[in-house]
Nanobody, 127 residues
């Protein structure tokens, strides 16, 4: 069993930056694909970014490409999401997810590829 705990969400002005972190329990973290999803009020949960077990492969939604960067530290069992040039439309609850697959590849967009989910952290971007 893997537990995921997100942190770092808060209120920020448009154009600002935030860094989200996800701390994972479990000794097999380094073999998992990790991802970030978000869910805005009244909308479906959508994929934001993902990173393969080694960090060699990263994937981003078109809406965040060039603004967000995901990274991981397998020694610390953490995955991060650096968010720059934030926009009001980035407002959402951000979730960390883990898949028991080293690299889900193009399947990273699909929620059903992920086996574990965190509780989420709220990001609010004011205009």
């Amino acid at each position: 069993q893997v537990q995921l705990v997100e942190s770092g969400g808060r209120l920020v002005q448009a154009g600002g930056s935030l860094r989200l972190s996800c701390a994972a329990s479990g000794r097999t973290f380094s073999s998992y694909t990790m991802a970030w999803f978000r869910q805005a009020p009244g909308k479906e949960r959508e994929s934001v970014a993902a990173i393969s077990w080694s960090g060699a492969s990263t994937y981003y939604a078109d809406s965040v490409k060039g603004r967000f960067t995901t990274s991981r530290d397998n020694a610390k069992n953490t995955v991060n999401l650096q968010m720059n040039i934030l926009k009001p439309e980035d407002t959402a609850v951000y979730y960390c997810a883990a898949a028991r697959t080293p690299n889900v590849g193009l399947g990273w967009l699909q929620r059903d590829k992920y086996d574990y989910w965190g509780q989420g952290t709220q990001v609010t971007v004011s205009s």
